[in-house]
């Protein structure tokens, strides 16, 4: 079955860096993208970019350019979100989840979640 | 950006009730559009994409219909694990884009 999990919980401090990761497992990883999603308390989701699992190609949101780097690792079926100059209005869960369908697919599979707390 | 609306915000409901819950894009998405199931404390699950596709595993009492801006999930037959908060989201462009929800209580 397909699973996706996720790295554990982050705390960090105002300007530094944060790395999830989101390991694969019951499907051909290189054959499905992965989109990252936030959600800050009591907020909607929000979208922050996808990486496809076969070429690489990335794309995010413009509200996060510059400052959010994905990439993949084809050879552990894992996909990593970093964000960079944390501010507290980070503190959110951060969700990875797999496009179910190329092109307008839905999200069918998310992970467990990582929580990341910004705080001084 | 597409932005998403959804009425109601919440709303109270009895088990067996008929509950239909609303979303709309702010520009035309064809049927570019899905559901997600929420619960405290876990990630949304798929219900419906596609405006009207259920979702393997999900149960015929959810059903979806709609195209363009206006679009509709409707709960047949409201049963106790369906108390959650339901979303919908836009897949026709980027930025992908959610709704702001809409959280289903007992009455």
């Known amino acids: 079955q397909v699973q996706l999990v996720q790295s554990g919980a982050e705390v960090k401090k105002p300007g530094a860096s944060v790395k999830v990761s989101c390991r694969a497992s019951?499907?051909?990883?290189?054959?499905?993208?992965i989109h990252w999603v936030r959600q800050a308390p009591g907020q909607r989701p929000e979208w922050m970019g996808w990486i496809n699992g076969g070429n690489g190609n990335t794309k995010s949101s413009q509200k996060f350019q510059g400052r959010v780097t994905l990439t993949r690792d084809t050879s552990a079926s894992t996909a990593y979100m970093e964000l960079s100059s944390l501010r507290s209005e980070d503190t959110a869960v951060y969700y990875c989840a797999r496009e179910g369908a190329p092109s307008h697919g839905p999200f069918d599979y998310w992970g467990q979640g990582t929580l990341v707390t910004v705080s001084s | 950006d597409i932005q998403m609306t959804q009425s109601p915000s919440s709303l109270s409901a009895s088990v067996g009730d008929r509950v239909t819950i609303t979303c709309r894009a702010s520009q035309s998405i064809a049927i570019y559009l899905n559901w997600y199931q929420q619960k405290p404390g876990k990630a949304p699950e798929l219900l419906i994409s596609a405006a009207s596709s259920l979702q393997s595993g999900v149960p015929s009492r959810f059903r979806g219909s709609g195209s363009g801006t206006d679009f509709t999930l409707t709960i047949t037959s409201l049963q106790p694990e369906d108390f959650a908060t339901y979303y919908c989201q836009q897949s026709y462009s980027i930025p992908l884009t959610f709704g702001p929800g809409t959280k289903v209580d007992i009455k």
């Open positions: 019951g499907y051909t990883f290189t054959s499905n993208a």
